[in-house]
């Protein structure tokens, strides 16, 4: 099986705010960037979203080593992942999982490699994710050029009276 390294990122300007998600990879010699953003988001959706994004740009399978500086990310992942899925996506607590279609999402992009999820501290100099942040940082401000003042008031109002915007449903407790 091939091995790839892969470095995610995301963020976003308020919380919730216009947000972005940057990933590297790297395969060999080969490295590639993607990025994106949303005009009205989280940052543990971004987060969520970097990671997504970067399995999904895989076309095999492959054995991925996944770094993140994403707390919620990894112990997500790694711990809450199985419980939530055995518990009908419901928390420890009888809660719905917050976020529940990104997760959904992950666990359907990872399940095709054999992943080891790493975490590391951001901004400490680690140069792809300083690459993933400065990335998903030209996302958001993309995101900011693109959409007027007023369409983003009106995206976060909409965020806002989602399922996913309520700033209760994306605290990073995962029991």
């Known amino acids: 099986m091939k091995k790839v390294v892969i470095h995610s990122d995301g963020g976003c300007r308020g919380n919730p705010g216009p947000g972005g998600w940057a990933a590297t990879l790297?395969?060999?010699p080969h490295n590639r960037e993607?990025?994106?953003g949303e005009p009205a988001t989280t940052n543990n959706r971004m987060e969520l979203r970097g990671a997504i994004e970067a399995l999904n740009?895989?076309?095999?399978p492959f054995e991925v080593e996944f770094f993140t500086d994403s707390e919620y990310v990894k112990n997500g992942v790694t711990t809450w992942l199985a419980t939530w899925k055995l518990n009908g996506w419901r928390t420890k607590s009888k809660?719905?999982?917050?976020?529940?279609?990104?997760?959904r999402a992950l666990d359907a992009a990872s399940c095709r490699h054999k992943v080891q999820w790493h975490?590391?501290?951001?901004?400490?100099?680690?140069d792809d994710n300083e690459r993933c942040d400065l990335l998903a940082n030209e996302a958001v401000a993309k995101i900011k050029k693109t959409f007027s003042s007023e369409q983003l008031k009106v995206a976060l109002v909409q965020f806002a009276s989602s399922s996913n915007g309520s700033p209760s449903r994306?605290?990073?407790a995962g029991d």
């Open 95 to 103: 809660k719905p999982v917050k976020n529940e279609d990104l997760w």
């Open 57 to 60: 740009a895989l076309k095999e």
């Open 119 to 126: 975490w590391l501290k951001g901004h400490s100099g680690h």
């Open 34 to 36: 993607i990025s994106g």
């Open 170 to 172: 994306d605290d990073s």
């Open 26 to 28: 790297s395969y060999g």
